[in-house]
Nanobody, 117 residues
Framework: QVQLAESGGGSVQPGGSLRLSCVAS????????MAWYRQAPGKQRDLVAF???????NYEESVKGRFTISRDNAKKTVYLQMNSLKPEDTAVYYC???????????WGQGTQVTVSS
């Protein structure tokens, strides 16, 4: 069973920065593609950023140039560096892991990010 634990959320003013972390309890982290999603109140859960097992990344259009996803396979951790935060970035952020070559996916419990003045 894969367990994911997010941390790093909080409250920040517009223009500020946060770094989210997601630690995975898996034996071979490098086999998992990782992603960050977010869900604002009353809205669906949307993909924010994705990183493949090879380190290839892609981003939702509104966060390009502001957010950076990265991974440290030795620490079994994926990060989301968020800069120039805007009020519309306010949401619960979730980490997801998908095993390569399979369909099983796993979710973390989420971490709240609030951007407000």
């Amino acid at each position: 069973q894969v367990q994911l634990a997010e941390s790093g959320g909080g409250s920040v003013q517009p223009g500020g920065s946060l770094r989210l972390s997601c630690v995975a309890s898996v034996s071979i982290f490098s086999r998992f593609a990782m992603a960050w999603y977010r869900q604002a109140p009353g809205k669906q859960r949307d993909l924010v950023a994705f990183i493949s097992i090879f380190g290839l990344t892609n981003y939702e259009e509104s966060v390009k140039g502001r957010f950076t996803i990265s991974r440290d396979n030795a620490k079994k951790t994926v990060y989301l560096q968020m800069n120039s935060l805007k009020p519309e970035d306010t949401a619960v952020y979730y980490c997801k892991a998908v095993v390569t070559g399979g369909t099983d996916e796993y979710w973390g419990q989420g971490t709240q990010v609030t951007v407000s003045s």
